[in-house]
C-alpha cells in the first residue's frame, strides 16, 4: 500500500489496507453482493470515479478485492477474496456500535435500500431464535429485500422471487430501530404496514414471541 502507519501493530497494519476514505464502504457494497464498476459508483453516493478506480485497484493488490466474470455474460464484477470476505464481522459490529449515531435519522444524508441487507444481518444476528421457517419482505422505497429464519439463523438478501409469508413496509429509520431492538412493532401502530402473516413479522422482530394472531393486514 502507498501509505502506512509504520506499527507492527495488527490495528494499525489493518488500517493500512482498509482505512482510508472510501474502503470500508467498497466493502460493504460487496458484502452485499458482487457488483459491476458501474454499480459500485451507483452505491457509493458521492464517490468520484478516479477515486473509485484507484481504491479497487489498492484493494485489489493487498489481497482484499479480486476480478470475476460474471454469472451471466462476459462482464466483470469486483467481488470479495475470502480474506477480504471476513471483514464481516467486523463491519457489522461497527454497525451495531452506531446505532446511537443512527437515532436522529438520515436527515440530509444520501440513503440506498441495498445497505439494509448488511444492517439487518448486523443487527438481528443472534437476536432470534425461529420455532418455524419463514420469509419475510422488507420494503423500502421501491426495494423489496427478504430475511429467512430458521432453527439455525437468518439470512439478509435482495429478494429473490421466492413467496414470501409476510411483507413489511416502513421507513429505514423505523425498520432499523425495530431491528436494533430500540423499537418494537406494538410502538409503531400506524407506522408500519404489516401484509401477510404477523406471527412470522414477530419472530423477526419480537424474538420473546408472537402476540396471539393469524394473518393480519395493517
Known amino acids: ?18 482505512g482510508d476514505r472510501w474502503n470500508l464502504l467498497i466493502v460493504r457494497q460487496l458484502l452485499i453482493a458482487p457488483a459491476r464498476y458501474r454499480e ?4 457509493l453516493p458521492g464517490v468520484a470515479t478516479n477515486l473509485l478506480a484507484d481504491r479497487l485497484r489498492e484493494l485489489e493488490t493487498a489481497g482484499v478485492v479480486e476480478r470475476r466474470l460474471a454469472e451471466e455474460g462476459n462482464a466483470i464484477v469486483y467481488a ?16 451495531r ?6 437515532a436522529r435519522g438520515p436527515g440530509g444524508d444520501h440513503f ?24 419475510v419482505g422488507i420494503a423500502v422505497d421501491d426495494r423489496l429485500l427478504q430475511l429467512r429464519t430458521t432453527r439455525s439463523g437468518m439470512d439478509v438478501s435482495l429478494h429473490d422471487g421466492r413467496e414470501l409469508d409476510a411483507v413489511v413496509r416502513a421507513d429505514a429509520s423505523i425498520v432499523l430501530g425495530l431491528a ?13 404496514d404489516i401484509e401477510g402473516d404477523e406471527a412470522a ?8 414471541g408472537p402476540r396471539p394472531g393469524g394473518s393480519v393486514r395493517r
Open 1 to 18: 500500500m502507498s501509505r502506512s502507519y509504520g506499527q507492527y501493530c495488527g490495528l494499525a497494519r489493518a488500517l493500512d489496507v482498509v
Open 40 to 43: 459500485l459508483i451507483e452505491g
Open 80 to 95: 470479495l477474496t475470502p480474506w477480504g470476505a471476513e471483514l464481516r464481522e467486523p463491519v457489522e459490529s461497527l454497525i
Open 97 to 102: 456500535w452506531s446505532t446511537p449515531l443512527m
Open 112 to 135: 440506498c435500500a441495498d445497505w439494509l441487507v448488511l444492517a439487518l444481518s448486523a443487527l438481528l444476528a443472534g437476536k432470534t431464535a425461529a420455532r418455524r421457517s419463514s420469509t
Open 180 to 192: 436494533a431492538g430500540v423499537l418494537t412493532l406494538d410502538d409503531t401502530l400506524g407506522l408500519v
Open 201 to 208: 413479522v414477530r419472530t423477526v422482530f419480537n424474538p420473546q
